[in-house]
């Protein structure tokens, strides 16, 4: 599984591994040259008594290193984009699992979702970067050094090349157990964190039970049992001096062991020193950096990557165009009762699959969700059709299960029963709106993948009515001091970021909640008139609803829909929230269930 990432990862990324090969190509000459070149200059130069033709050769070695200098340094370049790459793949693999199944759960991940997002990610990046850079490193040394010592003089290879060979075979040996050592170690430190955070947390509680004994022993049990791992992964990592003892020394003491029965094969006394030079310059170098590298680094890497990917998420968002069991039912434009029958012509047997119904963006068939097994339903057989290019307002009394509804339509959290499916990721506006420390142009732009122009970014803009405080705040490119915004700044802004962004679908969770009345008329107008947008609000102020093309009234026991004036008429409870009907009672909470 992490390999055929891994592949996938980097062939969507062909031209910058094109980049690190050609490079390296370039960093190899060096190498190749430094054998010749010294060789050259001994038996050429200062052999034959021509110093003159040594110095040169000894020159065009400079050389050489210069332009192996310039070929590493591109090389880092190309390998820094490589990582930057991998780390954000990884935080964004890792957040969006966490967040998943939070939502699953209805409770965060814990101490070790924070592990994973902050030092398992940079074990990663920095895992990454080394591996490729010894990685590569060796093979173009090791290939150029090679080519060197057969280009010299054939029966070098003979004395060299066994022992090298070696040396790799016992550091492949002992690569799987250090990589077991390693997720070990890294199992038993997650486990220390948990365990720490869980004490932590309830130190108080433990204090008060007497039960500082049993949650020191539990602790230290842990301390133990992470100082066992790294016990054994010190041990296995020894044989890594065993291996570059045999692959990378015993070499050179062949060679010299070797010299008399090679001069004797027509080997001359500057090959000699080429070969030296090749492997003590060249290959011994390289073979430290790979298996320290490879053999701590990249056993890391390993382990840590698998675990990282196997905490992203645990499957592809629901209904985001995927198939699926489709209940029966849906809210029509006329009033209906979200537990009732549903119309005619829409039922479909249990077990069959349905694409969403012709024209719409969202659907849930009957929805339900509970936060706890044993807890009453927030939201109860709930059936819903918003079609494309509507303007949908959900009202009800505070606490009655708005924002829960918010959630599952843009897929935060799983319904219990029934289904939701969307044509696309919807955008959610929650009531606190996020801004980061940065420049402006770059909060508005932040949903957007590919880069925006300053008219499309200055339309929406002004679309929302937030004109006047991106003028104030200096224009595009001003820093933003998100401590310094109101909180209705900071929903204005997020307002255009989200008017700006692709998705069709947009949902707003009390959005405006911080905006005057006129201010959040001007704001709903502007995704209502979206192209091709469809506009879902969770409105605090009943104002929303005559806006609104359709109103979805949630009353704790029933769902009803309809347009404003339907409602009006045929609804004593969405009558009684708006004040009409000769009552001016205040919205008061609801009840979600019937009472006995």
């Known amino acids: 599984m992490l390999v055929p990432a891994g592949l996938r990862f980097l062939r969507r990324r062909r031209r910058v591994v094109g980049a690190v090969a050609g490079w390296s190509a370039v960093e190899a000459f060096q190498t190749f040259l430094l054998g010749h070149a010294l060789a050259r200059a001994v038996d050429r130069g200062f052999l034959a008594d021509r110093p003159g033709v040594g110095l040169a050769w000894l020159a065009a070695a400079a050389v050489g290193v210069a332009v192996g200098a310039f070929g590493t340094l591109r090389v880092y370049g190309a390998v820094a984009r490589l990582t930057e790459d991998l780390r954000d793949t990884l935080v964004r693999r890792v957040v969006t699992g966490a967040l998943e199944r939070a939502a699953g759960r209805a409770r965060a991940e814990g101490p070790a979702a924070v592990s994973r997002l902050t030092h398992q990610v940079e074990i990663a990046r920095d895992g990454f970067a080394g591996l490729v850079m010894v990685t590569r490193s060796f093979v173009v040394t090791a290939a150029a050094a090679l080519l060197g010592l057969l280009t010299l003089a054939p029966p070098l290879l003979l004395v060299v090349l066994p022992p090298l060979v070696a040396g790799l075979v016992v550091f492949g040996w002992s690569l799987r157990p250090l990589s077991r050592c ?44 992470e100082l066992a791992a790294a016990t054994a992964l010190a041990r296995w990592g020894t044989m890594r001096d065993v291996a570059v003892g045999v692959g990378g020394r015993l070499p050179v003491l062949a060679l010299l062991l070797a010299a008399p029965w090679l001069l004797t094969r027509g080997v001359t006394a500057g090959a000699l020193v080429g070969a030296l030079a090749y492997l003590t310059q060249a290959l011994l170098p390289a073979l430290q950096s790979l298996v320290f590298g490879l053999g701590g680094t990249g056993a890391r890497l390993t382990v840590v990557a698998g675990r990282l990917y196997a905490a992203g998420p645990p499957h592809p968002a629901a209904g985001d165009g995927g198939g699926g069991r489709v209940p029966a039912g849906e809210v029509t434009g006329r009033p209906h009762t979200a537990g009732s029958a549903p119309p005619s012509g829409t039922s479909t047997a249990p077990g069959t699959r349905r694409p969403l119904a012709p024209g719409a963006v969202l659907e849930l068939r009957r929805v339900s969700f509970r936060y706890g097994p044993r807890s009453d339903a927030v939201i109860r057989g709930l059936d819903l059709v918003v079609r494309d290019g509507e303007h949908l307002a959900v009202v009800g009394p505070s606490g009655i299960g708005k924002s829960t509804l918010a959630s599952l339509a843009a897929g935060l959290v799983a319904p219990g029963e029934g289904e939701v499916r969307r044509a696309g990721r919807p955008v959610l506006l929650p009531q606190e709106a996020y801004v980061f420390g940065g420049s402006l142009r770059d909060n508005l732009a932040y949903l957007c993948p590919s880069p925006v122009d300053d008219a499309e970014l200055r339309r929406s803009v002004h679309a929302v009515g937030a004109g006047p405080l991106v003028a104030r705040l200096g224009g595009l490119d001003a820093a933003l001091r998100p401590a310094e915004l109101s909180a209705g700044e900071r929903q204005l802004l997020a307002l255009a970021r989200a008017h700006l962004a692709p998705p069709r679908l947009a949902l707003l969770d009390e ?20 192209p091709g947008g469809t506009l879902v609000v969770f409105a605090h102020r009943v104002a929303s609803a005559a806006r609104a093309d359709r109103v979805l009234v949630l009353d704790g026991m029933s769902a009803l829909a309809g347009t404003h004036d339907e409602l009006l008429a045929g609804s004593p409870f969405y009558r009684e929230l708006t004040g009409a009907g000769g009552t001016t009672a205040a919205l008061r909470p609801v009840p979600t269930r019937p009472g006995p």
């Open 182 to 225: 390693q997720r070990d170690f890294l199992a038993a430190d997650e486990a220390l964190a948990a365990g720490l955070g869980s004490v932590v947390d309830g130190l108080r509680d433990v204090v008060a039970c007497g039960g500082e004994r049993r949650a020191g022993d539990a602790v230290r049990a842990r301390v133990d049992a």
């Open 511 to 530: 959005a405006t909640c911080h905006l005057d009345p006129a201010a959040e008329a001007v704001a709903e107008r502007a995704f209502a008139r979206r």
